[in-house]
C-alpha cells in the first residue's frame, strides 16, 4: 500500500495506461504543460512528449469532437473538459456522435474515448462550475457514466474507462481531489457496473456514490450510537449500475434512502427508487427516501453552499424517516 490523494491516484492511472498502450492519448484545456485545472495530469507532458498530451483551444465542442474522431481513428484519448458544468457545449458530439456510432454503423465501430469530468460543489465556485450533471448522461443509451468515491476506485475505474471499447464518462467530485486514502501496489480489476459494499448493516441500506459516500458513513457512524447499523452502498458506477447488489441489500435491510450531491428531483436517485418500488416491493418496510440538492442553483457564498449540499444530519434524518 501506498498513501496518496485521490488526484495523485487518477494521474497514476493515466500514467499507467499510456505506459501499457501507445494509442492512449490525452488532451484538453491547460491538460499539458500546467497540468490541468486541478494538477491531476501533472507531469504527463515531461513523460509522454507533445504528441500524445495536448493542450486544446476553449472550445469543448471541438474537444470531444476529436476525440470522436480519434477513437474512430484508432486512438483511446482521455479528453478533460475542467469543469462538468462546460459539457453542455459537447453534447452534440458527446450524445449524437459518441454514444451513437456503434449502433449507427452496424457494429463496425467501436468508440474507446473516456471523458472526465469534474464535478460538484465544496469550493465555492458557484452555479456555473460546481453543477452535479451525470443524470443527464447516463439517461443516453450508448454512454457509460462511472463515479470514484475512493483512492483506490479513482485509479481501478479511470483504468477500466480506458479499457473499455465504449465511451466512458469518469465524473470526479472536486471536493475530493486532496483527500488521501490507500493505493495498492498491486490494484484489482474493478468491473464498471459493480457497486462496493463500504459499510455492512442490517436496519436500512443507504445507497450513494462519489463525495457523498463519505458523508454517508458519517451518517452511518452517528446512527451507530443510537443502536441503528445501517449499510451503506457505493454505488461506483452509475450507468450501468448494479441493480443486483442494491436489491440484495434491500433484501437485507428493509430500508432504502437514496443519497446524492446532485438535485434530487429527476436524479439517479429517482431512477433508483423507481426500480427498487417496482422489483423490491416485497421487501420494503417502510417508505423509500431520496436526499440530494434542493432545486435551484448551487450558490456562491460558503455557508449557503454548505446547507445547499446535503450533509450526514440529513442522510442520518432520512434512515430514521424510513425506520419510523
Known amino acids: 500500500m501506498s498513501e496518496v490523494r485521490f488526484g495523485q491516484a487518477i494521474n497514476r492511472a493515466l500514467a499507467d495506461a499510456m505506459a501499457a498502450d501507445e494509442s492512449v492519448v490525452l488532451f484538453g484545456e491547460d491538460v499539458a504543460a500546467p497540468g490541468g485545472p486541478f494538477g491531476v495530469t501533472r507531469g504527463l507532458l515531461d513523460r509522454f512528449g507533445a504528441e500524445r498530451v495536448r493542450d486544446t483551444p476553449i472550445s469543448e465542442a471541438a474537444i470531444v469532437g476529436a476525440a470522436v474522431g480519434a477513437a ?7 479528453v478533460e473538459i475542467m469543469f462538468m458544468d462546460f459539457v453542455t457545449l459537447s453534447m452534440d458530439a458527446l450524445v449524437n456522435q459518441a454514444a451513437k456510432a456503434r449502433f449507427m454503423f452496424g457494429g463496425q ?3 474507446p474515448m473516456v471523458v472526465r469530468l469534474p464535478h460538484g460543489g465544496g469550493i465555492n465556485a458557484g452555479p456555473q462550475h460546481s453543477q452535479c450533471l451525470e443524470a443527464w448522461l447516463a439517461h443516453v443509451p450508448g454512454l457509460k457514466v462511472v463515479c470514484p468515491a475512493t483512492v483506490a476506485d479513482a485509479y481501478a475505474l479511470t483504468r ?3 479499457a473499455d471499447p465504449d465511451p466512458v464518462i469518469v465524473v470526479e467530485n472536486k471536493s475530493l481531489y486532496a483527500v488521501k486514502g490507500e493505493l495498492p501496489e498491486s490494484m484489482p480489476n474493478v468491473t464498471i457496473g459493480k457497486a462496493d459494499i463500504a459499510r455492512p448493516g442490517r436496519d436500512a441500506t443507504i445507497v450513494t456514490y462519489g463525495a457523498m459516500r463519505d458523508v454517508s458513513l ?4 452517528a446512527l451507530a450510537k443510537d443502536g441503528i447499523e445501517a449499510e451503506v452502498v457505493d454505488l461506483r458506477s452509475l450507468q450501468p449500475w448494479d441493480e443486483t447488489a442494491v436489491l440484495a ?3 437485507r435491510t428493509h430500508r432504502l434512502v437514496i443519497a446524492h450531491e446532485a438535485v434530487e428531483a429527476f436524479g439517479i436517485g429517482a431512477e433508483i427508487a423507481a426500480r427498487m418500488a417496482d422489483i423490491g416491493f416485497d421487501e420494503l418496510d417502510g417508505p423509500i427516501v431520496r436526499v440530494g440538492a434542493p ?3 448551487v450558490p456562491f457564498a460558503k455557508e449557503l453552499e454548505a446547507r445547499y ?7 442520518a434524518d432520512a434512515v430514521r424517516r424510513t425506520l419510523a
Open 72 to 78: 474512430m481513428s484508432g486512438l483511446k484519448p482521455v
Open 109 to 111: 465501430y467501436a468508440l
Open 218 to 221: 458519517a451518517a452511518a457512524s
Open 295 to 297: 432545486f435551484m442553483p
Open 249 to 251: 441489500s434491500l433484501a
Open 160 to 162: 477500466a474507462a480506458i
Open 309 to 315: 449540499r446535503p450533509d450526514a444530519t440529513r442522510i
